[in-house]
């Protein structure tokens, strides 16, 4: 098994630029990113940096309320205005108009969710209206000319209240706010379990709803040609193939003649995945007022309507032998799914999150159960880690619990509970099999990093000091590369979960490569054109990557659940390979050699023994074009596509450790160092890892210490806006140091495991373990997220962490 | 949200804190941006026609109306008030078409619900007032409870509450003025015949 | 209601008529095409939209551009010369300053002012400089290594050329 390590401080990874770099040396390089100049130029072009000739403006009116019925809608005032184009409503429509939940479970209560509301509010994002006007000024006047008659009703927003039976119904017809029940593992066993275990430690943890906060508000260009029935969406989308399917039926429009394209998307971070009611809306205005309308949301508007992620309120238990061996793990999950199922939302507190309970741990006996829950906020679907950060939380709290409970080092007991190297693949009792992973080996980097052992000294004297520093450990475990077609259609999925990707020579030698992925700032380009200069032989610069348009390339499923390189990168490879195969039957044919003497390195074939008769694949590409010379049974050109679909998941895993010092004053909380240490497999350009475990780390922190949506009794979100909502500035994110080892996967050709979400996923619980570890002097056992001064001062003062 | 407070008045009796706070025509000049508030009939309120027949000027309140004529127009029990406030919040200035009903009005207590709404925002709330005879004057102990909707409630309390404090601020600074000008104002037996009313 | 106004953009002039209310960056994005500068928050919160307007970094989303007739107004898309990137675009690059590139131009600009005050900064003095600058992707670490890295470049360059660097102003 290779390992490889690499170590940075602050300065992190050097970058090299792509040109000094040998093509042989280009994958695994921390080269430039090339998509860099035109963003850093102002030449990058967003959604709402197109303008299209003749194009009128379109905004959305949403409700004042987060549950009400609607008694009337008078758009008359709107539509007399001055440069308004159109106004409408639902009875306007005469399209499905529902939008699609594309994952099912067995228990799941499916609702309808009409992209515009009809006689019911259930979330104060729900659309009401859309203006269509000449300028996006005016639309917004309009908006505030429609009258709305509502009859306002009791509103529920908490997911353990919407259980409640006196709880108001966002659902009328339902008759009840579950939305399903779901359990994974075995509850005879795991009762079993806690009976023969010596001690068994309870939590009660709650992972706050949070808002994504991509920084480009989400957006929609669409453009109708009536001539010949052809739509064309420019929008923010992570899979703008998923998005033309979904919107397909939901506008009643053919998907041969829908075109979706992703231009630069910035930012996402699950929130562009979903088919929100809001391009179809624009496709609508587009089509009825039969030229190009745009529209791009306030941030108030994406804070009401982006969906939200985590939510969840659980309860746990551990049972723990004495010399710190788990037997087994009940949870119990109460999950906010918000006012309506979003796109995969079902998958996200189900498999996404009871599957990956048994964290890093050899866990005989899991048995977890969810319900998901329907209330008056928005829509709760994936956001960066979805599913995974929340149960990394899980298994992380309560696995320092349980260490403080039986008096043993928290690194020991969780060290005590890891599988050995040589016990990969590793099948766990909740239906996951572990591709491969050692990870002894990130937490004793870790450690060593942060000098664990001196620290327990330092952190005792300090003490002394009336000082209060606190470690905190977090050795998390996520599966990723979303994955397997079939095993997730068994899982209730109602799509594969492949990937496709074309590799194809120009004549002149340069290669065209598209993936069904859709990159909006992971830098997809440089990485897939590493990828396939690596496998060509050919100068990196002769490689172009194109993505997120669905008429680039035959299908994709885009890009989410760290997935684009192990599943995307991967279709990449088997296509270059299959055209390497090609061309070397060309090759050989022109070389007057037999295939299987043919050997091909660096770009070069050349005849086995005979290195002098050789011939460069890019020379190749242009006989296969020209066809004058190539073997009978072979047809012209040269491409390759490959709908790559892997046989597993992917399972990055690491140690991160949080080191803080808190001041029981103030409640103020101070990094004194950040380490994470990843295994996330080869990687293709560790520059561009450490970059997304740099940003996954400071949304994880961001959720630990800052951030959380909030709302008011009546389901008004009060934290509306980014003055309301913290976004974490530079000042609130601390230098960190990151360092990896590499366990190759097995599961895919380029051994990759996926590293967008790892940061997230690992980061809260080694902050709130490290707080909670600082201030065990006072009898802190727990905090609730975020971890704002006031909830630490009470807590330090014997209020509890609850606010 | 919940507000409350208590405000000092010196120099003056309960009864005329009790007949400035009853007078409609007081209220309406003390509430920044209240462009009209007068007595309404159940059912809907047609606020655009209620505009059109607003007076261009108000009558005389405390100390040149008579006391008699501000009882005749006093709140009362049960009554109905409409009332168009133009409030600014931040970037936003909604005109709320707001209505109240006093609900109990007992000398010296008070208690109103109302709702207002504007195109993008409305508010729900309910609000009471009990004066207190101090030694030397009266303080008027208020409190309200509101919910918010709609855009105004997404800026949230940091901008809801500086706006409610400013209002009430500017509300009772100006009760409190007109209260004073009738307390020095004693040349036509003002105080006496305003005692005389309970 | 709409008023003639003429706007000076990177040098050149431009006439429009806009409304009293009409934001700098409405103008800027709408009406003349520089769409570099982006529209983040629209409270003055996230500098997506951060430009400078006379030589200051200015957010347009919350400036009239009624109000900006007569100042000289720089956007990103004139930071770099001659199709030479700014010292600051070039560490951007080479640290991997950015991803998904929606803050850039802000966090650009709000640095390259900084550094014209404050050639030499540490770590510490460039995250509270750029705190008026919210980046979702990169947790910031980067940034500030470009930022430091930035200002190593144009220090060096302002030695080479005996002057101070203008930064593409």
């Known amino acids: 098994m290779a390992t490889e390590e690499r170590r940075s401080g602050p300065d992190g990874v050097e970058t090299v630029d792509a040109d000094d770099v040998d093509a042989a040396d280009i994958l695994g390089s921390a080269i430039e990113r090339r998509e860099d100049p035109s963003l850093l130029t102002g030449d990058a072009e967003y959604t709402d940096d197109i303008q299209l000739p003749d194009s009128a403006h379109a905004a959305i009116l949403r409700s004042q309320y987060a549950h009400a019925r609607i008694e009337g809608i008078d758009t008359s005032e709107a539509e007399a205005m001055d440069d308004v184009v159109d106004v409408f409503t639902a009875e306007d429509i005469d399209v499905p108009g529902n939008l699609p939940t594309a994952w099912d479970l067995d228990t799941l209560r499916t609702v309808d969710h009409p992209v515009l509301a009809e006689d019911r509010i259930r979330y104060q994002g729900d659309a009401l209206a859309v203006v269509v006007a000449e300028e996006r000024y005016q639309a917004h006047d309009a908006v505030d000319r429609i009258d709305v008659d509502y009859d306002r009703l009791e509103a529920v927003t908490d997911p353990e209240t919407a259980l409640d039976d006196d709880a108001p119904v966002v659902h009328e017809e339902e008759g009840t706010n579950t939305a399903f029940d779901w359990e994974i593992g075995d509850a005879d066993e795991t009762d079993a379990a806690f009976a023969e275990a010596d001690h068994a430690v309870g939590i009660d943890v709650t992972n706050q709803l949070l808002i994504p906060n991509a920084m480009e508000p989400r957006a929609a260009i669409a453009d109708y040609d009536d001539s010949d029935d052809e739509l064309t969406l420019h929008m923010t989308t992570q899979n703008p193939h998923v998005h033309r399917l979904l919107l397909s039926g939901v506008i009643d429009h053919p998907e041969h003649k829908l075109r979706v394209r992703a231009p630069d998307v910035g930012g996402g971070f699950g929130s562009k995945i979903h088919h929100y009611a809001d391009e179809a809306l624009v496709a609508l205005a587009a089509k009825r007022a039969e030229r190009p309308v745009k529209w791009q949301a306030t941030r108030t508007e994406t804070y009401l309507t982006d969906a939200q992620g985590r939510g969840h309120e659980t309860h746990a238990e551990l049972a723990v032998d004495d010399d710190g061996t788990i037997r087994g793990l009940r949870v119990d999950t109460a999950a906010n799914m918000g006012a309506y199922l979003s796109t995969f939302a079902p998958a996200v507190p189900t498999y996404l999150y009871g599957t990956l309970l048994s964290g890093q741990y050899d866990i005989p006996a899991i048995h977890c159960e969810v319900s998901g829950v329907f209330t008056n906020v928005p829509p709760v679907d994936a956001y960066r880690g979805a599913g995974r950060p929340e149960a990394s939380f899980v298994v992380e709290r309560i696995v320092k619990e349980a260490a403080d409970a039986i008096g043993m080092d928290p690194t020991e007991l969780r060290r005590h509970n890891f599988p050995d190297p040589d016990e990969f693949p590793h099948a766990t009792p909740v239906a996951m099999e572990y591709d491969s992973g050692d990870y002894d080996k990130t937490l004793d980097r870790a450690l060593d990093l942060v000098d664990y052992d001196e620290f327990r000294e330092r952190q005792e004297r300090a003490r002394e000091e009336g000082r209060y520093i606190g470690v905190g450990l977090s050795c998390y475990i996520e599966a990723c590369g979303l994955a397997p077609s079939e095993l997730v259609g068994e899982l209730g999925a109602g799509a594969g979960l492949w990937e496709s990707g074309l590799v194809r020579f120009t004549p002149s030698g340069t290669v065209k490569a598209a993936v069904g992925t859709s990159g909006h700032g992971q830098g997809h380009d440089t990485t897939y054109a590493q990828v396939v200069a690596n496998e060509l032989g050919v100068d990196y610069d002769d490689v172009d990557v194109d993505e997120g348009d669905t008429d680039a390339l035959p299908q994709g499923m885009g890009t989410y659940g760290s997935r684009s390189a192990a599943v995307g990168g991967s279709a990449l490879v088997q296509s270059a390979r299959k055209v390497v195969d090609k061309a070397r039957k060309i090759a050989a044919h022109q070389l007057e050699a037999d295939p299987i003497d043919v050997e091909f390195e660096d770009g070069e074939f050349y005849v086995a023994g005979a290195p002098d008769r050789s011939m460069g694949v890019q020379d190749v590409a242009l006989e296969a074009y020209l066809a004058h010379d190539i073997p009978d049974d072979i047809e012209p050109g040269l491409e390759a596509t490959t709908f790559f679909d892997p046989d597993n998941f992917v399972f990055p895993f690491g140690t991160h450790v949080a080191v803080v010092e808190v001041d029981p004053d103030t409640g103020e909380i101070e990094f004194e160092d950040y380490v994470a240490v990843d295994d996330v497999g080869n990687q293709i350009n560790p520059k561009i890892v450490e970059g997304q475990i740099h940003g996954g780390v400071a949304q994880g922190v961001g959720q630990a210490l800052y951030e959380g949506a909030e709302y008011d009794e009546n389901g008004q979100l009060v934290t509306g806006s980014m003055q309301d909502y913290t976004v974490p500035k530079a000042e609130h994110i601390p230098d960190m140091e990151t360092d990896s080892t590499t366990t190759p996967s097995p599961v895919n050709p380029l051994g990759v495991k996926g590293v967008g979400e790892a940061g997230t996923i690992a980061a809260p619980q080694a902050v709130v373990n490290a707080v909670v570890d600082a201030l065990e002097p006072f009898g802190v056992e727990d905090i609730d997220m975020p971890l704002t001064n006031e909830r630490v001062w009470r807590a330090a003062h014997g209020n509890g962490g609850d606010s | 949200m919940e507000f409350d407070g208590t405000v000092s008045i010196e120099g003056v009796t309960m009864d005329e804190v009790w007949l400035a706070l009853s007078d409609p025509v007081m209220i309406k000049q003390a509430l920044p941006g209240c462009q009209f508030l007068v007595e309404v009939e159940e059912g809907d309120v047609d606020f655009d026609a209620l505009a059109a027949s607003a007076p261009d000027e108000d009558p005389p309140t405390l100390p040149e109306a008579s006391p008699e004529d501000i009882a005749e127009r006093a709140f009362v029990e049960g009554g109905r008030y409409a009332a168009l406030m133009e409030i600014s919040v931040g970037s936003v200035s909604p005109s709320f078409e707001t209505v109240v009903t006093i609900e109990e009005r007992e000398f010296p207590h008070m208690y109103a619900g109302g709702e207002g709404s504007a195109s993008n925002s409305s508010f729900e709330m309910s609000s009471w007032m009990d004066l207190v005879e101090t030694e030397d004057g009266v303080d008027v102990e208020w409190g309200a409870e509101a919910d918010v909707f709609g855009r105004v409630a997404q800026m949230g309390q940091r901008v809801i509450n500086p706006v409610a404090n400013r209002v009430v601020g500017r509300f009772f600074d100006s009760v409190e003025s007109q209260i004073s000008d009738v307390s020095t104002d004693d040349s036509s037996g003002l105080r006496d015949r305003v005692s005389g009313l309970f | ?169």
Do not use: W
Not at chain 3, 150 to 160: F, L, S
């Open chain 3, 1 to 169: 209601m709409e008023r003639d106004i003429t706007l000076t953009v990177n040098g050149t002039e431009h006439e429009l008529s806009v409304e009293p209310r009409t934001l700098l960056i409405h103008a800027l994005r709408d009406e003349m095409g520089y769409t570099g500068p982006n529209v983040g928050c629209e409270s003055s919160t996230c500098g997506t939209c951060t430009v400078h307007v006379d030589g200051k970094a200015v957010k347009a989303c919350t400036e009239l551009a009624v109000r900006a007739e007569g100042s000289e107004i720089t956007t990103i898309e004139a930071l770099n010369e001659d199709g030479e990137l700014h010292p600051l675009q070039e560490s951007f690059q080479e640290e991997h300053g950015l991803q998904c590139g929606y803050c850039t131009p802000g966090m650009v600009m709000t640095a390259a002012e900084f550094l014209e005050e404050e050639p030499d900064p540490d770590r510490e003095e460039i995250r509270e400089a750029l705190e008026g600058n919210l980046c979702r992707c990169t947790g910031y670490q980067n940034i500030v290594n470009a930022v430091e890295t930035g200002a190593e470049k144009m220090r060096t360059e302002t030695a080479a050329d005996g002057g101070t660097v203008e930064g593409g102003d």
